[in-house]
C-alpha cells in the first residue's frame, strides 16, 4: 500500500509523530513518504493508497496553513485518509480547580472536525484519526509519556483495516 503522510508541525510534535507512523507502515511493508505541508505544493500531492494528515491544535482550532493546503490539495474523490492531532493535556479550570468533561474538550478541540470537514468536502474517506496531548504547562511540548504506543496503536488501525475501516484512537 502506498502512504503519503503530510503534516503541519510547527513546534516538531507532529513531525515526530509522521515519522515515527511512517516508520512503522514501512516496517509493515507499505511504501510510504513523509512531509511537511510547506514542502511541497497542494496541487502537486501524488496519488496513494491512503493520505495521512496531521495538524496541530492552535486555540482549538487547525491552523490557517493546513486549513488552506487541504481546501486547494488536488486529492481524488473516494481516496482513503487518516487524521492525527497534537493537542494540550486537560487541566484543571485556573478559577474553580475542576477539571473539563471529555465532552466540554470536545467542544474545545475543533482539529480532527475541521480537517474532517475539508476531506469529506472532497469526496474522501475517513479510515482512522488520533488525538495526541502535549505538555499544557509549555503548549510547545514535549509530546506526553506513551505516545509512541499512541502511534503504534494508530499503526496497526490502519494497517490492519487495509485503510477501510473507520477507528480512532
Known amino acids: 500500500m502506498r ?21 512503522l507502515m514501512a516496517a509493515g511493508g ?7 505541508i510547506d514542502e511541497l ?36 474523490s473516494g481516496a482513503r485518509y487518516a487524521v492525527f492531532a497534537t493537542c494540550s493535556a486537560t487541566v484543571p479550570d485556573k478559577k474553580t480547580g475542576r477539571m473539563p468533561t471529555e465532552e466540554e474538550m470536545e467542544k474545545i478541540r475543533r482539529t480532527i472536525p475541521m480537517l474532517d470537514e475539508q476531506l469529506k468536502a472532497k469526496g474522501m474517506v475517513k479510515v482512522a484519526e488520533m488525538q495526541l496531548f502535549v505538555r499544557p504547562d509549555t503548549m510547545k511540548g514535549p509530546l506526553i509519556d506513551g505516545w509512541q504506543d499512541k502511534v503504534e496503536q494508530f499503526a496497526r488501525l490502519i494497517g490492519t483495516s487495509g485503510g477501510k475501516s473507520t477507528g480512532s484512537i
Open 3 to 23: 502512504i503519503d503522510i503530510y503534516h503541519a508541525s510547527k513546534y516538531g510534535n507532529g513531525a515526530r509523530v509522521a515519522d515515527e507512523l511512517g516508520r
Open 30 to 36: 507499505n511504501e510510504v513518504s513523509v512531509h511537511h
Open 41 to 76: 505544493s497542494p496541487r502537486d500531492i501524488p496519488p496513494a493508497d491512503l493520505y495521512v494528515f496531521g495538524s496541530p491544535t492552535h486555540f482549538g482550532k487547525a491552523p490557517g496553513n493546513i486549513m488552506r493546503f487541504l481546501k486547494k490539495a488536488n486529492l481524488p
